[in-house]
């Protein structure tokens, strides 16, 4: 915690009001230590209870995270916004930065031309009484999907797969319910559960995706929902192949008491074919995003899934935000249907693909074998996080420490490829060998 930021109250709103504040103003950054729940009573003259309720509550609402020997800490993301300044400090000017998951913008299909045919053929105007889910873009989302074998019932729009997630999570489960994630899993998906005051159970992931006796435990262990990435899963790039949807299939079968989310957020950018659990349960959900082919900030994900399920989700949008614009919607299908776009998708696909199996191999000369099957990133295992991603930024490079989406797999780093030029793969990969074996010093001992 930092040495300027006094802590104070004597009531658990308000030293959970403190340590919010603390969090908004940067004097608590993300993975700040708070102090223990005695020290802290002593220092402010409370009992331990009161301290222990003030956590209880900040943990609930995902502000903080408590796990055993490392005590309570501001967890990574918080929800609640912090002022600019504390942020997180952006990369040492000229650092290569392959820490951010995001996709190359330079791959990305202009807007520009479709905005400006919609701005002169925008189509009728669309109020509270009749907007919804445009028949014809609900036809091209149903066609896309079937054809690559799911399932396709109802079908409604959410702002992008996070919002999907969590609009299924809040119709299905109660906070303190138990959600099966995938280790390692997204950042933010786990930064979300925490938010929703769900309880997260890690089930491991190889390449193929989640291992069938991982969500065995998870089920067991009361498990009411498992979230699912079909295809390349944040961090490792896993992508489900038909041997593992087959054994979940079946150890899935039937069941009536749990929510099954599967998130195809890489869609029409996947190099793999996709082999959905979509059906496999009573309650399920599908959802596929268009932000990683055409753009994170069209903000809109197609969600399909059983009648229930889906009847919750578009009923409580309904009730609050309403609709996905139609202009979106417009512009998504427009984008859907000119053939330049798929073309440029396909070669960004193909992009993602060389630079991932490029660095991929470059390591391989190097002894060091990552993960990355399908996506954007690759998952390098290392011995100690913080030493190699501090050796990376003294040569130059950002990367992500693992530590962001683990809960109980081993230490390793994510590296973002989309934007890394091909021509500085030899170089990385040999930056991370070396951050991985440090060559013994050549120095006199001092
Ligand atoms: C696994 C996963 N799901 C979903 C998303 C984002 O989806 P959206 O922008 O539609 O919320 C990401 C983005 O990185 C992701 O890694």
Redesign the pocket.
Known sequence: MSAHYQLTGTTAVDISASIESGIRTGALSPGAALPPVRALAAELGVSPATVARAYQELRQRGLLATAGRHGTRVRPRPPVAARRSALRPPPLPGARDLSR??PDPRLLPPLGPHLAALATENGPSVGYSDAGVLPELAEVARARLRADGVPVGELTLT???????ERLLGAHLRPGDAVAVEDP??A??LDLVAALGLRPIGVPVDDEGPLVAGVAAALAAGARALIV?SR???PTGAAVSAARAEALRTLLAGRRDLLLIE?D??AELARVPLHPLAGATASWAF?R????PFG?DL???VLVGDETTVARVSGRTRVGAGWVSTVLQRLVLALWRDPAVTELVQRAAQSYEQRREGLLAALAEHGLTAHGRS?INVWLPVADETSTVTALRDAGWAVAPGALYRIAAPPALRITVSSLDTADLVALAAALARAENPPPSQGFPT
């Open positions: 998951g995001e702002g992008g797969a996070l919002d999907g997630i899993g997204w933010n998906l990435t390349a899963q944040n998130d957020h890489a959802l995003s268009v932000s990683k994170p903000r809109m994900a996506g």
